[in-house]
């Protein structure tokens, strides 16, 4: 499965922005996906994950702000941000799981339940 993530920017707060994941592979709807962000000098956190359109899960710090969306007919996952904030700045991964279920919302903050990973794209957000 290769991942292709696209969509970063430079902004200023209080704007918005859609990032993309395009995935390969003939069994997409079969993939947990999630956003994981990795802002300099720290660690990897995770952002959002979904799997069908019903079973999403969302970091504190971006509940009510960011919404994760998917479009099987497109191999393609989406993270829309709006209301962003300097903090949000960082580098963004999309990941995948492959699985026959939802395995619980603790089970996709975790990055190392990814199978796979694409490259990042840089949001930066200005005050």
């Known amino acids: 499965v290769q991942l292709q993530a696209s969509g970063g920017g430079l902004v200023q707060a209080g704007a918005s922005l859609r990032l993309s994941c395009a995935a390969s592979?003939?069994?997409?709807?079969?993939?947990?996906m999630g956003w994981f962000r990795q802002a300099p000098g720290k660690e990897r956190e995770f952002v959002a994950a979904?799997?069908?359109?019903?079973?999403?899960v969302y970091a504190d710090s971006v509940k009510g702000r960011f919404t994760i969306s998917r479009d099987n007919a497109k191999n393609t996952v989406y993270l829309q941000m709006n209301s962003l904030k300097p903090e949000d700045t960082a580098v963004y991964y999309c990941?995948?799981?492959?699985?026959?279920?939802?395995?619980?919302?603790?089970?996709?903050?975790?990055?190392?339940?990814?199978?796979?990973w694409g490259q990042g794209t840089l949001v930066t957000v200005s005050s």
């Open positions: 979904i799997y069908s359109g019903a079973s999403t």
């Open positions: 990941a995948a799981r492959i699985t026959s279920s939802w395995l619980g919302s603790y089970y996709y903050q975790a990055s190392g339940n990814y199978n796979f």
């Open positions: 592979g003939r069994t997409f709807s079969s993939y947990a």
